[in-house]
């Protein structure tokens, strides 16, 4: 099982347009870990409440959720290198507002600026994620995505790592300012980028002048193409457990291990190494595209199983181990479903496609944080209780895609392609 860095060297080497896309992922995507800490840090500064914690993943992810699909509409009907460079402008200026937060009765706002920094998000995201099909080869496109994984889960681990750090010695303030500087950077980036993007046709944007209109479009072909729908449903179901269990690692290395940031420091550690290890190790034991719907059914059942024994574990580095275990299938599931709806939805629905996979996920999560910090702040199971609760959730859920995903999946044995399924919609049309 041989792993070699020369398809990666090559695909940042001699593609200019997608080295220019990334390191405006790098440099945003480490802002965005860098400045999250500082977040915290900021609420528990002012109030010692879970449930106010808990609020702030929520308001996030439940944010993105709201908009995505309007956000979805956007990017499809709009050039998306200039909906990606003004987004970056705006969430720059967005989280320069979290300078304002001085007290407990200003907290508010902070639930305010992130809600209003998702939105940009909700576009930003998956006019990132259908523009890289366009500038990437058919081969290029999984070494993209898996290099992309790659660079999350360095970002993460190094980001939460110099952020917390630099919160404690230089303060939220310093940090935020940087943070702002990461999104002005990266819309640089993007700027000196040529992103191709296949325009609707005039009927189609008649058609779909009125957002609802095209929203519902969006959701009609997926509806109709249930080749594109099994993989846009994989991230929601995933993290509709495992973003409670990564919340739950924030009281773990609190109230448990009693090392407060530095355990989470090195639970997040693990999280961002399994990430980044997962999807190559899985793109070697699941050679063929052809099963790695089956493949995602596996991977939530081992996640669950990996979280389910960190529900009893005593010591750090035993934890650790588990949460990188369980997060190499997370990264390998988020790879394989993102490349197949890349692949098979035509880049003139790929916003939409994307934007809804967004939706399941972000609501997903926001449900799963909600519940988790709800239970924990009636007292109605202990912490280790709720991991417990999660993670066989999370099996159970695996166990279900196994069993009802999979078979209409290999019911159908053609060879699914954007071009294919643009036809076929076009016929219908």
């Known amino acids: 099982m041989k792993f070699s860095i020369k398809p990666y060297t090559n695909l940042v080497g001699n593609n200019k347009n997608y080295r220019r896309l990334w390191l405006a992922q790098v440099v945003s995507n480490f802002g965005d870990w860098f400045g999250l800490l500082a977040i915290y840090a900021l609420i528990q500064s002012y109030s010692d409440s879970e449930l106010l914690l808990g609020l702030i993943i929520v308001v996030k992810t439940l944010s993105l959720a709201l908009f995505s699909p309007f956000a979805g509409y956007i990017t499809d009907r709009m050039n998306r290198r200039r909906l990606m460079i003004w987004c970056d402008i705006f969430r720059g200026l967005v989280v320069l507002g979290f300078l304002l937060i001085v007290s407990y009765q200003l907290l508010w706002l902070a639930y305010v600026l992130m809600a209003v920094q998702m939105v940009f998000s909700a576009i930003f995201e998956p006019a990132k ?250 007292g109605l199971l202990s912490i280790r209780e709720t991991i417990l609760l999660f993670s066989l959730l999370l099996s159970a859920i695996g166990i279900l895609w196994l069993w009802k995903i999979v078979p209409a999946e290999e019911a159908t044995q053609q060879e699914f392609t954007a071009e294919a399924v643009a036809t076929a919609y076009r016929k219908n049309v």
């Open 129 to 378: 994620t259908s523009s890289i099909p366009n500038i990437t080869t058919s081969e290029e496109l999984v070494y993209a995505n898996i290099l992309s994984a790659a660079s999350w889960s360095i970002i993460f681990t190094s980001g939460m790592a110099v952020g917390g750090l630099a919160t404690a010695w230089l303060g939220t303030d310093a940090v935020f300012i940087i943070n702002s500087v990461t999104y002005l950077l990266s819309a640089v980036f993007i700027y000196r980028a040529t992103i191709p993007q296949t325009e609707m046709s005039r009927k189609e944007k008649i058609r779909t002048k009125n957002p609802l209109t095209g929203i519902r479009e969006g959701f009609q072909f997926l509806k109709d193409h249930p080749e594109v729908m099994r993989p846009t449903m994989a991230k929601g179901m995933f993290t509709s457990c495992i973003g409670a269990l990564v919340y739950l690692l924030i009281l773990v290395a609190e109230d448990i291990l009693l090392m407060g940031s530095v355990g989470l420091g090195i639970l997040y550690a693990a999280r961002g190494v399994g990430t980044g290890i997962g999807p190559v190790l899985g793109r070697r034991i699941f050679k063929k595209e052809s099963t790695w719907v089956k493949a995602m059914g596996y991977c939530m059942v081992f996640s669950g199983v990996m979280y389910a024994l960190v529900s009893g574990s005593e010591a750090l580095i035993l934890m650790a181990l588990l949460v990188m275990a369980a997060h190499a299938a997370s990264g390998s599931n988020w790879v394989m479903s993102t490349v197949l709806l890349q692949r098979r939805a035509p880049d003139i629905f790929r916003g939409r496609v994307f934007s809804t996979e967004w939706l399941l996920f972000t609501l997903s999560q926001s449900v799963s944080v909600t519940i988790a910090a709800l239970i924990l702040e009636f």
